[in-house]
């Protein structure tokens, strides 16, 4: 069973940049995360939890919500088992609480919630003057 764990969320001013972490533990069977894809929703309260960008689990490949391209990049280290979500010129409408996010499948990676079998926690980001 995976445990993820988020970290780096907090207040920032709109225009900052905040960086996001994901550290992913207990794989069981021989797995390591490089059989995992990734993902990065977010979710504001009364609301869908959306999806705002993933990884493939070969790192070749990812997506992004269009309210996010060009300001925010995932990346991952497979072999220290951490995701990150680097975010910049950030917005009022970011506000949100962040959650990474994990499913088996190798070199393919969705931004549907469905998918997810393992979950963080989550972390608060808040962009406000």
């Known amino acids: 069973q995976l445990q993820l764990v988020e970290s780096g969320g907090g207040l920032v001013q709109p225009g900052g940049s905040l960086r996001l972490s994901c550290e992913v533990s207990?794989?069981?069977?021989?797995?390591?995360?490089?059989?995992?894809?990734i993902g990065w929703f977010r979710q504001v309260p009364g609301k869908e939890r959306e999806g705002v960008s993933c990884?493939?689990?070969?790192?070749?490949?990812?997506k992004y919500a269009d309210s996010v391209k060009g300001r925010f990049t995932i990346s991952r280290d497979n072999a220290d088992n951490m995701v990150y979500l680097q975010m910049n010129n950030l917005k009022p409408e970011d506000t949100a609480a962040y959650y990474c996010?994990?499913?088996?499948?190798?070199?393919?990676?969705?931004?549907?919630?469905?998918?997810?079998?393992?979950w963080g926690q989550g972390t608060q980001v808040t962009v406000s003057s």
């Open positions: 990884k493939t689990s070969n790192r070749t490949s990812a």
């Open positions: 207990g794989f069981t069977s021989g797995l390591t995360l490089d059989y995992y894809a």
């Open positions: 996010a994990a499913f088996k499948g190798l070199g393919v990676c969705y931004t549907w919630v469905g998918l997810y079998d393992f």
